[in-house]
């Protein structure tokens, strides 16, 4: 299964107020706002660490998987986009809305080079071109 890896800093996860609605009690002692400066605001606040070496081996290493992580969203475009011109000019032409064969290689392919995760990715590539069904 595909999960959510977007992390978040550690003092806004802190901050973050358990509801919509959460007030503080009149007899609560007052803690840091969210505007305050946090104690460990330093490298350690963004990587996990507060060792300088790790921090910056951590933040280079962060860097390429942006570029990596844009690279696929702009490929992920990309190919939702001519998925799409497919599918159009398929039901233009009198075809059907889909090519059950061809969806079922296309998750065979990504279930044998990436496991089960590969069929979850591949299920929401096809989603992201033709719509759900």
């Known amino acids: 299964m595909i999960t959510n890896?977007?992390?978040?800093?550690?003092?806004?996860?802190?901050?973050?107020?358990?509801?919509?609605?959460?007030?503080?009690?009149?007899?609560?002692?007052?803690?840091?706002?969210?505007?305050?400066?946090?104690?460990n605001s330093g490298a350690g606040t963004q990587t996990g660490t507060d060792?300088?070496?790790?921090?910056?081996?951590?933040?280079?290493?962060?860097?390429?998987?942006?570029?990596?992580?844009d690279a696929l969203i702009a490929l992920w475009q990309e190919r939702a986009s001519l998925s799409r011109q497919v599918g159009a000019t398929r039901m233009a032409s009198g075809g059907t809305?889909?090519?059950?064969?061809?969806?079922?290689?296309?998750?065979?392919?990504?279930?044998?080079?990436?496991?089960?995760?590969?069929t979850q990715l591949a299920l929401l590539l096809l989603r992201a071109g033709r719509g759900p069904l």
Not at 28 to 36: C, E, F, L, R
């Open 5 to 39: 890896m977007v992390e978040q800093p550690a003092d806004r996860l802190a901050n973050t107020p358990p509801g919509p609605s959460a007030e503080p009690h009149a007899n609560t002692p007052p803690g840091p706002s969210a505007d305050a400066p946090q104690a």
């Open 51 to 69: 060792a300088p070496g790790a921090a910056e081996r951590i933040a280079a290493i962060r860097e390429r998987i942006d570029e990596i992580d």
């Open 97 to 118: 809305r889909l090519v059950l064969s061809r969806e079922r290689e296309i998750v065979d392919r990504f279930r044998e080079a990436l496991g089960a995760d590969g």
